[in-house]
């Protein structure tokens, strides 16, 4: 999985790990959803059972941005 400067940056400001994100796309919930700008959404649970917010690219390849849910 490769990571955006904006989803390194993102990533750092929230105290998100590689290893949530990688938990919570395991972990996901529901389907992946069409985002903004071709991006792909996904909702799911990181070990803390903190829900994310990843946001991926068209070829769900790289991590955009990522958040906890609701921020």
Avoid: C, W
Avoid at 3 to 13: G, I, L, V
Avoid at 37 to 47: D, K, R, T
Wanted: glycine fraction near 8%; hydrophobic fraction near 40%; aromatic fraction near 4%.
């Amino acid at each position: 999985m490769e990571y955006s400067d904006h989803a390194r940056r993102q990533m750092a400001r929230r105290n998100i790990t590689e290893a949530d994100i990688t938990a919570a796309l395991r972990r996901r919930q529901g389907q992946p959803a069409p985002g903004d700008n071709g991006n792909m959404v996904v909702f799911g649970y990181a070990p803390n059972q903190r829900i994310l917010k990843v946001v991926l690219s068209r070829d769900m390849n790289t991590v955009v941005s990522v958040m906890a849910r609701g921020e």
